[in-house]
């Protein structure tokens, strides 16, 4: 089994970087499974953000222009999620998700397995 937990900020100003981190526990090894964060906004489907394995390799949306950073921190067992340059576009809610399919690797947020609850992430000055 495996769950998560997202933790961070609930607001953040424009034009700043959006940190967050999912805390990890599994009972299967979490190298076999891929990492990924989605989130959605009001009124709008799920949007994937990207993911990482827990070997480092790393794939993101390309809606994103860059924006987005996946890495994990093997020892606390969490990864996080950077997005810079927010805007108030970026305002939702983020979940991070674990996907036991790794090929060919999963972006669409419906390729997921295990959810955390999520967390609300406003964007505002």
């Known amino acids: 089994q495996v769950q998560l937990q997202e933790s961070g900020p609930g607001l953040v100003k424009p034009s700043q970087t959006l940190s967050l981190t999912c805390t990890v526990s599994?009972?299967?090894?979490?190298?076999?499974?891929?990492w990924g964060w989605i989130r959605q906004s009001p009124g709008k489907v799920p949007e994937w953000l990207g993911l990482?394995?827990?070997?480092?390799?790393?794939r993101y949306n390309p809606s994103l222009n860059s924006r987005a950073s996946i890495f994990w921190d093997t020892s606390k067992n969490q990864f996080t999620l950077q997005l810079s340059s927010v805007t108030p576009e970026d305002t939702a809610m983020y979940y991070c998700?674990?996907?036991?399919?790794?090929?060919?690797?999963?972006?669409?947020?419906?390729?997921?397995?295990?959810w955390g609850p999520g967390t609300q992430v406003t964007i505002s000055s």
């Open positions: 990482v394995s827990y070997s480092g390799y790393t």
């Open positions: 998700a674990a996907s036991r399919q790794l090929t060919p690797v999963p972006t669409s947020p419906v390729l997921y397995d295990f």
């Open positions: 599994a009972s299967a090894p979490t190298s076999d499974l891929l």
